[in-house]
């Protein structure tokens, strides 16, 4: 296992995507003598908080990327607490989840705590209907990136953005979307 860390990973992409080729060079070589060589290696790579939008990924090829940290609370995705135990249409529909009640078998005082903390809870993660529109909008910029086009045809790239954003934001009814 190697772990790699890299501070400022905005500033340093050139960088980093330079030490990602020359890794997997590397991992081709120990592969090619040693099949039976097991080798990971792990980036870790700060990348600074943009105002006003949330994380969505890091173009990393054939490389897997994986957010693990942010501080700010998102204002498109819903609270993982809001989603857990949930299907996508649940999610999706803003429909909150049926509450098993459980047979009243504890004492008072810890049916009291419970009540509190449950009430405590929900009140942290109410939310409003899920907006599906405002979350496509908010990634699709970054999904349409990882799209490979030939570098002959460039304008294709700029074109479907275009198309998508075009349908997307002409759409009046969102019950369709």
């Not at 699709?140 to 045809?153: E, F, M, N, Q, R």
Request: charged residues 30%; aromatic residues 6%.
């Amino acid at each position: 296992l190697l772990i790699v860390q890299c501070e400022c990973g905005d500033q340093n992409a050139e960088l980093i995507a330079c030490a990602r080729y020359s890794i997997q060079r590397e991992l081709k070589n120990i592969n090619e003598e040693n099949s039976e060589v097991k080798f990971h290696v792990v980036l870790l790579v700060h990348l600074p908080g943009i105002a006003g939008d949330s994380f969505t990924g890091f173009q990393c090829g054939l490389w897997h990327s994986a957010h693990i940290d942010d501080l700010r609370i998102s204002k498109v995705i819903p609270a993982f607490c809001y989603m857990h135990g949930k299907t996508a249409g649940e999610i999706l529909s803003g429909k909150k989840k049926p509450e098993f009640k459980q047979p009243n078998t504890m004492d008072v005082n810890a049916e009291l705590k419970t009540s509190v903390e449950d009430e405590s809870e929900s009140n942290l993660f109410d939310q409003d209907e899920f907006n599906i529109k405002e979350f496509i909008l908010s990634c699709i910029h970054k999904a349409l990136a990882c799209l490979k086009d030939p570098p002959t045809d460039s304008a294709r790239t700029t074109e479907r953005l275009k198309i998508v954003l075009n349908l997307l934001e002409n759409h009046e009814d969102k019950d369709k979307l």
